[in-house]
């Protein structure tokens, strides 16, 4: 088979990088083991980042509260959604139809490049020649030469969705982060880990116990078992478990340099460093990501294909702004459970308008400074110590450290 772009991996990244090149004409192969299986994660985003979206939405908060403790708490008056991966898998499908998408239910196994394309061999083996390659496999990627440089950070969550059947819950608002830990030993507190919960219809909860980021990761198992605690406190008693997430996240892993195949979603360690975030970004991302090859379909050239996918996805001002995301990162590796939440609670007093920037990672590098300088400036002296101290790891070179 001959096409102009095979996109490789049938996740939301594959899939969003897929419907988006063929809409622009250029004839494109989704290849993918099972790619029309239901995406196991729930994804959650803010409202105004998937405007485009809305008719693909399971549930919708009009506020989210963060709580750091007994006493301390936030109510934000911004949307919160939760997808629906059906309704979002058969909108993408529906799209990609229309324009032609091909779909091929394999796994690719290389890719071998020649200056006029690049020959893919699948499992079956089968070959698909291309001007270029999309690597969108995930944060393992099948086919793009990772960066060496300092390991990522790792979220883990343990989540469940069941019936609530003992305890109240807000409905109106979802919970983003829930740092109270009166309910654990004093010397059982660290490492930090949250409570993220959701309303859905009718009495069901999602409920998910989160590391927001650690080094080396955090035992699932102690996830799971602060869940039981954390719903205990609080009262709440589920009926039979419906679904259970386990969640494990690279986060601030090196970016990849600029390759011959382009790398797109998890595969470009496009998480952002700091909160673990990907989907909205993905969502936006594909557009940009198809204009610009397009741009270049009349020089046959796949190298300049190449180039110009990389410039549009990882452009020099969006690797600085993933630095200092990074700083971020180190910043809160190295946190207690006090320190968390009192940093939090400081960053959710600045500006929305600059913690809602910082959140989304998709601003330019000067605004996330800015973000970051906002936080310094409201932030206790022991906190910007912190600050100050914690974070020069990420801006060293890896060698360095
Ligand atoms: C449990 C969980 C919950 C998350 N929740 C959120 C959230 O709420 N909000 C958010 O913004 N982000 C969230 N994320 C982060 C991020 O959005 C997800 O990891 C997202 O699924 C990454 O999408 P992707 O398409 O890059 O990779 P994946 O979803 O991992 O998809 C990769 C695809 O590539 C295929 N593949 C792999 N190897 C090959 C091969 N050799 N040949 C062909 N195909 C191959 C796989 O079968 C798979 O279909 C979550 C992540 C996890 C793990």
């Known amino acids: 088979m001959k096409c102009d772009v095979a996109v490789v991996g049938g996740g939301p990244a594959g899939w969003t990088a897929a419907v988006h090149l063929a809409e622009t004409g250029l004839s494109t192969v989704l290849i993918g083991p099972d790619p029309f299986a239901r995406w196991p994660n729930n994804y959650g985003a803010w409202r105004d980042e998937v405007e485009d979206w809305i008719d693909t939405l399971e549930h919708v908060w009009p506020r989210v509260e963060v709580r750091l403790d007994a006493d301390r708490f936030h109510v934000l008056e ?60 995930g944060h393992r990627p099948a086919l793009i030469h990772t960066a060496r440089g300092r390991p990522p950070g790792i979220q883990v969550a343990y989540g469940v969705q069941a019936t609530l059947e003992g305890g109240v819950i807000d409905r109106d608002r979802m919970l983003l982060m829930d740092f109270s830990a009166d309910h654990l030993p004093a010397d059982d507190r660290d490492p ?117 996918a990389w410039d549009a996805t990882w452009p020099a001002d969006r690797r600085r702004a993933w630095m200092l995301y990074r700083y971020g990162m180190e910043v809160l ?54 600050l100050m101290s914690k974070g020069f790891y990420a801006l060293m070179p890896a060698w360095a450290s």
Not at 91 to 99: F, I, M, Q, S, T
Not at 221 to 243: F, I
Not at 262 to 271: E, K, S
Request: hydrophobic share 40%; charged share 25%.
């Open 78 to 137: 911004r949307s919160y959604v939760r997808f629906d991966n059906h309704r979002l898998q058969s909108k993408l499908r529906e799209r990609g139809a229309r324009a032609g998408l091909e779909i091929l239910s394999c796994s690719v196994h290389k890719a071998l490049h020649s200056p006029e394309a690049s020959t893919l061999t699948l499992d079956d083996e089968g070959t698909v020649t291309a001007t270029l390659v999309v690597d969108a496999t």
């Open 333 to 386: 590796l190295s946190m207690g459970i006090s320190s968390t939440a009192e940093f939090f609670d400081t960053f959710f007093k600045i500006d929305p308008d600059h913690w809602q920037g910082y959140h989304s990672g998709d601003i330019k590098s000067g605004q996330v400074a800015s973000a970051m300088w906002a936080v310094f400036m409201k932030a206790s002296p022991r906190l910007r110590w912190q």
């Open 192 to 308: 930090p880990t949250f409570l993220y919960a959701m309303p859905l219809a009718g009495d069901d909860v999602f409920v998910e116990e989160t590391s927001l980021v650690a080094r080396p990761a955090v035992d699932l198992e102690l996830c799971r078992r602060r869940l039981d605690l954390r719903l205990a406190a609080r009262g709440w008693r589920l009926g039979p478990v419906k679904e259970i997430e386990r969640c494990f996240i690279p986060m601030g892993g090196p970016e990849p340099a600029a390759q011959r195949v382009v790398a797109f979603g998890g595969a470009a360690a496009a998480v952002h460093p700091a909160t673990g975030y990907m989907i909205a970004n993905v969502l936006r991302a594909g557009p940009r990501l198809a204009k610009a090859v397009s741009s270049v379909r009349d020089q046959r050239e796949p190298t300049r294909w190449s180039r110009a």
